[in-house]
């Protein structure tokens, strides 16, 4: 059963509009939840994190909601960009040495 | 180099045959991690480890996948008698020790390398 999911395979925003990212968590344990991009032929690159005491965190065009009760996070690129296209993937641990626990991904693509 | 580095970078075998991949995490991590990612699919976990010790191996598929780190840097993961469902690409992570007055933000998160492109034929 995944833990961690990404409903929509695929995302397609014009430049300079909003790109939304989701993602939705089961496990009631996680309390860190991580934002990576990852272009083809690479590693997957940190991008913004939340903790599970905070429901808003923003860096630069870049901020992560996260809604507890809901078990529910959001990525809200603006304005968007074509060197954002990419795919994304949603994040979760629990606290202590624990591995993430990562979606199956979301390939945005911004269109100039 | 000021990343995590993994060699080699792709790596094609034939099926029944050994392979070695190896990661060099980012000095001063404490906790090193392998994953890996099939196609279309999501990363998937194998191990975790702390210093020199696997204190998870939950994730690794079969006892044809070993693990070790020596030294508190380099891991090497080896997969015998490769099979074709092995082909993925294998990714390194670390991330740094906890405590010492950082913000949680920066020692939670895990920095990846690029990654070993596998293909068994």
């Known amino acids: 059963d995944q833990q961690v999911k990404q409903n929509s395979p695929s995302l397609s925003v014009q430049e300079g509009r909003i790109s939304i990212l989701n993602c939705d968590y089961t496990?009631?344990?996680?309390?860190?939840f991580l934002w990576y991009k990852k272009y083809p032929a690479e590693g997957p690159t940190f991008l913004i994190s939340i903790s599970s005491i905070k429901d808003k965190n923003e860096d630069g065009r870049f901020t992560v909601f996260l809604n507890k009760s809901a078990k529910h996070l959001s990525l809200h690129i603006v304005p968007s960009q074509p060197g954002d296209s990419a795919v994304y993937f949603c994040a979760a641990s629990s606290s202590g040495n624990t591995p993430l626990v990562f979606g199956k991904g979301t390939r945005l693509s911004v269109i100039a | 180099g000021a990343g995590v580095s993994q060699s080699p970078s792709n790596k094609v075998t034939e099926k029944g045959k050994d392979v070695e991949l190896r990661c060099d995490p980012i000095?001063?991590?404490?906790?090193l991690y392998w994953y890996r990612q099939s196609l279309g699919q999501g990363l998937e976990f194998l191990i975790y480890f702390q210093g020199n010790s696997a204190p998870d191996k939950s994730g690794l598929p079969s006892d044809r996948f070993s693990a070790e780190r020596t030294g508190g840097s380099v891991s090497t993961l080896t997969i015998q008698r490769t099979q074709q469902e092995d082909s993925a690409v294998y990714l390194c992570?670390?991330?740094?020790?906890?405590?010492?007055?950082?913000?949680?933000?920066?020692?939670?998160?895990?920095?990846f390398g690029p990654g070993t492109r596998l293909l068994v034929l």
């Open positions: 496990n009631s344990m996680f309390d860190y």
């Open positions: 992570a670390s991330r740094h020790k906890r405590g010492g007055g950082l913000t949680n933000d920066f020692k939670e998160t895990q920095y």
């Open positions: 000095s001063g991590h404490t906790a």
